[in-house]
């Protein structure tokens, strides 16, 4: 986000504007990016592991035999932060920022890695990579915006409490990001109608309706 962006207002909530002109979708077959942004997992609080690992029978019925292995012994989709980064974290500060921006204090890990990628990545038969969270809440008919990790959920967006308490919803501008392909040539609607659902988890229905009207407005000045 530019440093210059102003910011608009919308039932008490500042938001980054570009969101009703910045078009995203995430299209893993489109643009064949093997699920880059998956490179190095994600931060999750330990209630949302417990959360998910309460279907982890599921979930791992997707994953390779080894990926399986992997996280049966190391007994938590969480790693241990002093195995998995012996030299210290390697969270980028803009992401790191975004996700506890959400959470506020709480105690954060990183989902387990395993040779090098997010433990809970499987590669389909056409050789796509997928998340077993992701796949295992649609085939269960479940939202899965509700209960995949809200680190994952809600890239490329960010919401957050400023500083006086404000409500903000934003976009995470990560540079070291921009190679991933749709960062780099962005498709699809505007990210305010593509990620409707996301905006509504995490900023309710009612605020969602607002968001959209004044879409509506901007588009008939």
């Known amino acids: 986000m530019s440093s210059q962006t102003k910011f608009v207002e919308i039932s008490s909530v500042l938001v980054n504007p570009e969101i009703f002109t910045r078009h995203y979708t995430c299209d893993v ?3 064949g990016c093997k ?5 190095r ?24 035999p080894e990926n399986r292995e992997a996280l049966k012994k190391n007994g938590s989709v969480l790693a241990v932060c002093a195995k998995q980064c012996p030299t210290g974290c390697v969270i980028h500060d803009d992401e790191a920022q975004a ?10 890990r990183c989902v387990l890695l395993f040779n090098n990628d997010c433990a809970l990545l499987y590669t389909n038969q056409q050789g ?7 796949t295992y809440a649609m085939q ?8 995949k990790f809200a680190d994952c959920v809600q890239y490329p967006l960010s919401f957050y409490n400023a500083e006086d308490g404000t409500r903000v919803l934003s976009i ?7 190679h991933i392909p749709c960062m780099k040539s962005p498709a699809g609607e505007p990210m305010y109608k593509s990620l409707k659902k996301t905006i509504e988890t995490f900023m309710g229905k009612d605020f969602y309706k607002e968001l959209e009207a004044y879409a509506g407005k901007m588009a008939k000045k």
């Open 140 to 147: 269960k008919g479940m939202v899965w915006e509700e209960f």
């Open 99 to 108: 996700i506890r921006r959400n959470f506020g204090g709480a105690d954060f």
């Open 35 to 39: 699920s880059q942004c998956c490179y």
């Open 41 to 64: 997992s994600c931060i999750v609080p330990e209630q949302e592991a417990r959360k998910v690992e309460e279907h982890l029978d599921g979930i791992l019925a997707y994953l390779s």
């Open 29 to 31: 077959e489109k643009y």
């Open 172 to 178: 995470q501008d990560t540079p070291y990001l921009n």
């Open 128 to 134: 796509l990579r997928y998340c077993a969270v992701h």
